[in-house]
């Protein structure tokens, strides 16, 4: 009996061992845990590094055409869509400051804008493109679509050679960059080329839209050389040069969270208030106007690319019309009879001093490039430091900040130019320059009690 005791005492014993081994982790189990842990780890890490990394992925990309145009507005439609990070910098914060308290230019922003704003925000969303570069033209011109500068013109302020380099038109009775679609069109096109090429940022192509693109390359190629990351808060870039891109962000701030800041923004619809049609070439604009049942007026300020009150030769141009009179203009558009255009070609405007740079395309040489923008082949490689005559497709080049005595004396022709600071007014700016205000007022055919905005270009003094 004691003998079977001892039995029974033995097999549960080890039953009761085998319970704890079943419960105490082996050492390859343990090892298995670990890896799991560090795997889930490194999912984590990498997700967050990932959304850290990349500012230009949006939050969502699901909306239907329908849900955006059920928006009470155009600026919830573009607020829906927001997605680019604005940090808290001082220069953002000033500029954000600033803009908020200024109601009177929010309300003639609107104005302005309602014409056109509409299309560039469709725009983007067919491109796939940040809704937030809708504000750029804020900054830029404040929506003016005739807005003209020393060099710089339209909404998004094109220089010359960059609207040609970008299929814009630019001659003595028309200039594509002061069409609304066109050079939206053309600067989408510029913005998505930067974005490409200046390492998937899109604050680095609005520094380079607005500051030349050579300046953000070279930054970029020397913080590649150390190790660096290649963002654009990362690159070395005085401040006086990508003015643009803190007021750009303050936009959006403004605009994504406005009651924050406390700014009222003023309605604007979210639908078009115009539609694009198209106009024969040597078709006066009276008559267009005469036809569609609106004003001269409104017609030319729809469509300030025409430098003339009747349109150029050789092909059909693009004409922006009130929704209201489309209709109206395409049921009469037959009846409208060719005339000669008399008017004196406008005087041309010389070219911004600027920088201006040229992307390099298949088939290019040192030689035809330089043949091009009428410059020698050495100036040509010493502004680019080129060590050899070999280009690349895509790559991209000074190709104006050379000076000869011509251009020396060109520009001791063209007018003085004064670009309009935070808290200027017309009488400062006339005292700062010893010239009457009349004159100022004349010299930039300015009405009675106009507003200056930040970065407008005035003549102060015109070309003698």
């Known amino acids: 009996m004691l003998k079977i005791n001892h039995v029974w005492i033995a097999l549960l014993l ?16 343990t090892a298995k845990e670990a ?42 439609r573009m ?27 929010w309300r003639e922003l609107s104005l302005r804008a309602d014409p056109i704003m509409y299309h560039v925000v469709r725009r983007l969303e067919q491109r796939n493109m940040p809704v937030e570069l809708a504000l750029l033209p804020i900054v830029e011109s404040a929506y003016n679509m005739s807005a003209q500068g020393a060099g710089p013109a339209g909404l998004w302020q094109l220089v010359p050679g960059t609207a040609k380099n970008f299929g814009l038109t630019i001659n003595g009775r028309y200039d594509g960059r002061k069409d609304g679609l066109a050079s939206t069109d053309a600067t989408l096109d510029y913005l998505q080329d930067l974005y ?62 406005p009651t924050k800041y406390g700014l009222q923004l003023p309605e604007l619809a979210n639908k078009p208030s115009t539609v694009q049609t198209s106009v024969r070439a040597a078709i006066s604009l009276q008559e267009v106007a005469k036809i569609s049942g609106v004003a001269l007026s409104e ?28 209709d ?40 035809s490039i330089a043949k091009k923008f009428k410059i020698s082949a050495k100036s040509l490689r010493a502004m680019n430091k080129l060590k050899s005559d070999k280009l690349k497709p895509g790559q991209s080049l000074l190709v104006s900040n050379a000076t000869s005595s011509a251009a020396a004396a060109s520009k001791a022709k063209q007018p003085t130019m004064y670009k309009v600071q935070s808290g200027d007014s017309l009488d400062k700016i006339a005292r700062k320059h010893k010239v009457k205000v009349a004159d100022l007022m004349k010299w930039n055919k300015l009405k009675k009690n106009y507003m200056l905005m930040p970065n407008q270009q005035l003549i102060v003094k015109p070309a003698q």
């Open 14 to 29: 080890a039953i009761a061992g085998c319970s704890q081994l079943s419960h105490t982790p082996t050492e390859t189990d």
């Open 35 to 76: 890896a799991e842990q560090t795997s889930t780890v490194a999912v984590v890490a990498k997700s967050t590094t990932q959304a850290e990394a990349v500012d230009n992925a949006p939050l969502r990309r699901d909306w239907a055409q329908s849900e955006l145009d059920q928006q009470p507005d155009l600026w919830s």
């Open 79 to 105: 607020r829906q869509q927001m997605y680019l990070r604005v940090p808290e910098r001082s220069s953002v914060r000033q500029a954000r400051d600033f803009y908020a308290k200024q109601s009177k230019y």
């Open 196 to 257: 490409n090429r200046l390492g998937h940022d899109w604050l680095n192509a609005v520094a380079a839209y607005n500051t030349g693109e050579g300046r953000i390359q070279a930054a970029i190629m020397r913080n590649e050389a150390r190790g660096k990351p290649i963002d654009f808060w990362s690159l070395n870039i005085p401040e006086k040069y990508i003015k643009t891109v803190p007021k750009w962000l303050a936009m959006i701030q403004l605009v994504k969270e």
């Open 299 to 326: 017609i030319k300020a729809l469509n300030p690319a025409f430098r003339s009150n009747v349109t150029p030769t050789g092909k059909s141009w693009p004409l922006l019309l009130p929704e209201h009179a489309a």
């Open 328 to 367: 109206r203009y395409q049921q009469n558009e037959a009846t409208l009879v060719q005339t000669r255009d008399t008017s004196p070609l406008p005087i041309e405007k010389k070219p911004s001093s600027r920088p201006q740079t040229y992307t390099v395309k298949s088939g290019d040489t040192v030689g």
